[in-house]
């Protein structure tokens, strides 16, 4: 049973923010690596924002400079802060845990780099 769970979506104006949260408690320890990755409608799943389990973050060009990926001191949970939200930042928002050969977002994952992901949260973004 996974035991990712994320919350904190929601409807804003473009410009605005969001943190999205993830708890995340059962992988915050050994060779995880944690990610948000986010589905459009009509569109691919792609990545976001990655941790690595020794702290090195990893985004997409998309995000960059707009979103920050983080762990709490206790390292339970996963946030992501999303500033300067855009329309085209609507979409569902995933977290995931797996032990992929890197943990660089970037890098084109195959489908069982990530073993476990959270239900997903919804994000949208008006003009």
């Known amino acids: 049973q996974d035991r990712l769970s994320e919350s904190g979506g929601g409807s804003v104006q473009s410009g605005g923010s969001l943190r999205l949260s993830c708890a995340a408690s059962?992988?915050?320890?050994?060779?995880?690596?944690l990610a948000w990755f986010r589905q459009a409608p009509g569109k691919e799943r792609e990545g976001v924002a990655a941790?690595?389990?020794?702290?090195?973050?990893s985004y997409a060009d998309s995000v960059k400079d707009r979103f920050t990926i983080s762990q709490d001191n206790g390292r339970n949970t996963l946030y992501l802060q999303m500033n300067s939200l855009k329309p085209e930042d609507t979409a569902i928002y995933y977290c995931a845990a797996g032990i992929p050969l890197t943990c660089d977002i970037n890098y084109n994952f195959e489908n069982d780099d990530f073993g476990h992901w959270g239900q997903g949260t919804q994000v949208s973004v008006s003009s």
């Open positions: 059962h992988y915050t320890y050994g060779s995880y690596c």
């Open positions: 941790l690595d389990n020794d702290g090195t973050t």
